[in-house]
């Protein structure tokens, strides 16, 4: 059916549209279908699933028992969520960073366990390279050092790395050539 207008010039949905107010005809799909299009996509946390599917049910019990099942049939997993959120994300940012949207995510401290040792084993080669990246040479005066540090530091990584960092003391030196090989 779709959407009709409202005297006052809105929208509402009409009986089988199954769209929310304000938005296109999307057909009458049912939540399980919605979930499985968003998971379809990229792989989601269950938190952000229920505020998605919200938007077309006003029954949270509903929405629950379709995340069940999701949950059930392996449809979705907040762990598979963080191991591919943390791949996107560990070129750019540092381990504190990370697991702190993973947390607004709604997956709590022992999920991440794992996930955080993993990634505070390789901190100090994902930070050296975001560094080169965007420095790559040593700070040469206590203002430059505090500029690189507060960029190091907003992208997460943690004070003692951003420290060895740009002390010089992690062994790495900017003016030797890359180790991937010849260009």
Not at 22 to 41: C, E, N, P, T
Not at 110 to 134: G, I, N, P
Request: aromatic content about 8%.
């Amino acid at each position: 059916m779709g959407n009709r207008a409202d005297a006052d010039g809105g929208f509402s949905t009409v009986s089988g549209g199954g769209d929310p107010p304000g938005r296109g005809s999307g057909g009458g799909l049912s939540l399980k279908a919605r979930a499985v299009a968003y998971l379809s996509r990229r792989e989601h946390s269950r938190q952000e699933l229920r505020r998605k599917l919200s938007a077309w049910c006003d029954d949270p019990a509903a929405i629950e028992a379709v995340l069940d099942d999701l949950a059930r049939e392996h449809w979705q997993s907040d762990q598979r969520y963080a191991q591919a959120y943390a791949h996107r994300a560990a070129m750019r940012q540092g381990a504190q960073r990370i697991l702190g949207a993973l947390r607004q995510q709604g997956l709590a401290d022992d999920q991440l366990a794992d996930l955080r040792d993993s990634l505070r084993l390789t901190e100090d080669e994902r930070a050296r390279a975001v560094w080169v990246r965007k420095f790559g040479q040593l700070p040469a005066d206590s203002r430059e050092y505090a500029r690189q540090y507060r960029f190091m530091a907003g992208r997460g990584f943690a004070a003692d790395c951003i420290r060895r960092l740009l002390s010089g003391r992690d062994g790495f030196d900017p003016d030797d050539p890359p180790v991937d090989g010849p260009d």
